[in-house]
């Protein structure tokens, strides 16, 4: 634990992301009372996880250079390696945030603002894109995801302003320019998962989307490829039968949203851990 401000408290629609070159843990953001944002006089919202040291420690961002409180934003960490002058390297790591919401309803204080925090400083810096045109920057959004794949940030779906969105758009973190990149033929969805694909090779050509609320949980899903910055021509669709008994459907992946979901390049696999199977209460103004 911190020495004085403890742990971290229970809470969801936070971020979480391991930084590897650092055997770290980022978490930032979250509510613990439903669609209310963490706020910076409960020393909560921003805390690091070393993970040699076992050790809790709180990041004060209670200043003006440091995102506002949210939930339900995005997240995703970026690594690069400089060569020193006595020839050894030192690595860099950045954690990215974009979007979330600080209200209850989707077009209640959604956000579009991105952010990076380096894991060596411990500190926040606001990226202001160099876009000459607005409309490249992605509309506000909260339960969206986004990754980093081959220096630069992909940002998919979530709900915005306008509704449910399956929209992508990248940003090259060299230029600072965000793409809009080819929608997906998906229905516009929150709380997807939203994962690389790697070729046999390890190389990253493709980017996965599947689940996410769209009016219902769903386990569809679609395939994007980088090179050719075009989607899968279909989408596909697994199979599920409420009706069908445990045994039979344990081997079947159950439509759900705001899961837990990565890539594990050594076993060639997805993994996706929880999620909500069952739409809440707050139906379109909770993960979807």
């Known amino acids: 634990e911190d020495p004085k401000y403890g742990k971290p408290v229970n809470r969801s629609s936070h971020g979480l ?20 944002p963490l706020q910076p006089n409960e020393n909560q919202s921003c805390w690091i996880l070393d993970l040699v040291e076992k050790q809790w420690k709180f990041v004060n961002a209670n200043t003006d250079e440091a995102p506002s409180p949210r939930v ?3 997240q995703a960490v970026h690594h690069t390696t400089t060569t020193q002058k006595d020839g050894g390297d030192s690595p860099t790591t950045d954690v990215y ?11 209640e204080k959604p956000m579009q603002d991105l952010w990076k925090f380096n894991i060596e400083t411990e500190t926040w810096t606001e990226l202001k894109p160099n876009n000459d045109e607005a409309a490249d920057i992605p509309e506000a959004r909260s339960f969206h995801k986004m990754l980093c794949c081959n220096d630069a940030l992909y940002v998919f779906g979530g709900c915005g302003p306008s509704g449910r969105l399956a929209d992508l758009h990248k940003y ?7 793409t809009t990149l080819p929608k997906s033929a998906l229905r516009g969805r929150g709380g997807p998962n939203f994962v690389v694909l790697d070729d046999s090779n390890g190389t990253t050509k493709k980017l996965g989307v599947i ?5 219902e949980e769903t386990n569809d899903g679609h395939v994007y490829n980088i090179e050719t910055e075009s989607w899968d021509e279909s989408i596909f669709k697994l199979s599920w039968d409420e009706e069908e008994s445990s045994e039979s459907s344990k081997n079947k992946l159950r439509p759900r949203s705001v899961c837990a979901s990565g890539y594990m390049p050594s076993l060639n696999k997805i993994v996706i851990f929880g999620g909500e199977v069952d739409p809440s209460d707050l139906g379109h103004e909770g993960a979807g």
Request: with cysteine; proline share 2%.
């Open 17 to 36: 992301s391991f930084c590897s070159p650092n055997n770290k843990l980022f978490l930032y953001g979250g509510e613990r009372i439903a669609r209310t």
């Open 72 to 74: 339900a934003h995005a």
């Open 97 to 107: 945030i974009f979007g979330g919401r600080a209200g209850i309803t989707m077009s």
């Open 172 to 178: 090259d973190i060299a230029t600072n320019v965000w």
């Open 211 to 215: 689940n996410g609320f769209a009016g």
